[in-house]
């Protein structure tokens, strides 16, 4: 039940980028979450902030950690991600625009985009990423296309990676969604932080309800 952790770099319109070529950059485990991912490496980091968000990571991660030990039943402890993940996925080419990828997220009513490059998955990336890049670069709008930028790192799985690893990946390295990727690395849903909410919230009023 391996989950991916995928830096695409700048993908290209006809030739998958070399850091994504046929591989993942590398496997996400138990043991190095606590690695962020999603800051630019061509930025300064300020210190200080770091540390406030990866406080405020670690004590969401021990909370969910102490909602996870409270289950008392052992045969609910394992929840493979295809329960709770959406088999709708949206994509575009790495040749569309940004402006174009906004459209296509607010004509599905959606939050995250496939980005594409030859019929393989390059990055996943969200609204947020899209409307906070085109306000610190101030390019052209109308021109800037996804094979020209550097995309955000993204999180993959397979449909019977447990959830609840999952989740707490996706708070250490603070990203909003996580593809669910089947055979021949093809995209069979997405799985975002409101498909965990709506699973706790479902849980509390199972358990109000006993």
Request: proline share 7%.
């Amino acid at each position: 039940m391996p989950i991916f952790v995928t830096e695409p770099g700048r993908p290209q319109p006809t030739r998958l980028p070399e850091a994504a070529r046929g591989q993942s950059i590398g496997v996400v485990d138990e043991l190095n979450e606590s690695q962020p991912i999603h800051e630019s490496r061509n930025e300064p980091v300020d210190p200080t902030r770091s540390r406030q968000q990866q406080a405020a990571v670690n004590r969401a991660m021990a909370e969910y950690g102490e909602q996870a030990q409270s289950d008392s039943d052992p045969a609910g402890s394992y929840l493979p991600v295809s329960r709770i993940a959406s088999g709708t996925v949206f994509s575009l080419p790495a040749g569309a625009t940004l402006v174009e990828g906004l459209k296509e997220m607010q004509r599905h009513d959606v939050h995250h985009l496939v980005i594409t490059s030859e019929n393989t998955v390059v990055g996943l990336v969200d609204n947020r990423w899209i409307l906070n890049w085109l306000y610190q670069h101030r390019d052209d709008e109308r021109l800037v296309r996804f094979a020209g930028v550097e995309l955000p790192a993204f999180l993959t799985a397979t449909p019977e990676t447990d959830a609840h690893q999952l989740a707490r990946l996706m708070l250490a390295h603070q990203l909003s969604a996580a593809l669910v990727i089947g055979p021949e690395n093809f995209p069979r849903g997405i799985v975002t932080n409101t498909d965990f909410l709506r699973l706790y919230a479902e849980n509390s009023v199972q358990e109000g309800n006993v």
